[in-house]
């Protein structure tokens, strides 16, 4: 498990790496900002570094989930080359639900 932290100790990501014995994926499990750092690109530094680390350890493949109702994030995924692979109803809270994301690294 790796940790990211900002400067100011407010914008953090999480990611955990799983092996299946046959392709080495990564899997983002949080990405967030807090709402005053918002807007000044915390985002796309968070994830640039998490895959970054990804590829460097060897992983062929990135997964994480995002709200359906965030443009934001989606978009942020969206420009680093993630596809949307199905809507997971309910995901979240009854109505609310996610979108699967997945980015497959070039070998």
Do not use: I
Request: hydrophobic share 40%; proline share 3%; charged share 25%.
């Amino acid at each position: 498990v790796h940790w990211r932290l900002s400067t100011d100790g407010r914008a953090m990501a999480c990611w955990l790496a799983v092996s299946n014995g046959r392709a080495r994926w990564a899997r983002l499990y949080s990405l967030a900002v807090h709402p005053d750092a918002r807007g000044r690109g915390w985002g796309k530094k968070l994830l640039e570094s998490v895959l970054r680390d990804a590829r460097q350890a060897g992983f062929t493949v990135c997964r994480a989930e995002v709200r359906q109702t965030n443009r934001v994030a989606r978009t942020l995924y969206a420009r680093h080359g993630f596809t949307e692979g199905g809507t997971l109803r309910d995901y979240y809270a009854p109505g609310r639900h996610g979108v699967r994301l997945v980015l497959r690294f070039p070998l």
